[in-house]
């Protein structure tokens, strides 16, 4: 605040009227308050960006975790068919026989269940690994833009501070021509 209050004395100083001054000073300060980005605008899209990242961890973990419960459920599953066929193995010589049968039965089924069951987990895991490459995707989308909505900005900014300096230089000649 203190460069345009030493601007506006500068202009006044060197006989430029001090409405026009003023509006100078005025379109600086209005230019520098809407258009020109601060450290702090910078750090917010930085706090906003490992947000996201953050989130994104925090929905890896969620999944792995998912992903793991399913295999302690299996696990379980599977003990307790186990828990069964010795309780079916204790049972008498003619059970057994019928057991046997109904055994290479289950046996059949249960492979085609943990077969099926294997497909859908791997099925599972292409899902998942699909959608850790579009997450990916995003991020690398989200990267790029934000990469050059920053290079955007540090042209714009360059842009302005040289038309700044240009018109405060042609101001301060066209002063010193006047004296």
Request: glycine share 6%; no cysteine; aromatic share 2%.
């Amino acid at each position: 605040m203190n460069a345009l209050y030493s601007l506006y004395d500068a202009l006044v100083s060197i006989n430029v009227p001090t409405d026009k001054a003023k509006a100078v000073v005025d379109a600086m300060e209005r230019d520098m308050t809407t258009l020109l980005a601060s450290k702090s605008d910078i750090a917010m899209l930085r706090q906003d960006l490992d947000g996201a990242r953050v989130a994104t961890k925090g929905d890896i973990a969620m999944l792995r975790q998912e992903l793991d419960s399913a295999r302690v459920a299996t696990k379980g599953d599977l003990a307790m068919l186990r828990q069964e066929l010795d309780g079916a193995r204790a049972a008498t010589k003619s059970d057994i026989a019928m057991l046997r049968q109904d055994m290479d039965g289950a046996r059949l089924e249960m492979k085609s269940d943990i077969a099926m069951l294997r497909q859908d987990m791997d099925g599972g895991r292409l899902e998942m690994k699909s959608d850790i490459a579009m997450l990916r995707q995003d991020l690398e989308t989200t990267r790029t833009l934000f990469s050059k909505d920053l290079e955007l900005l540090r042209s714009s900014m360059a842009i302005r501070l040289g038309s700044m300096l240009i018109v405060g230089l042609g101001v301060l000649f066209a002063a010193l021509k006047l004296t």
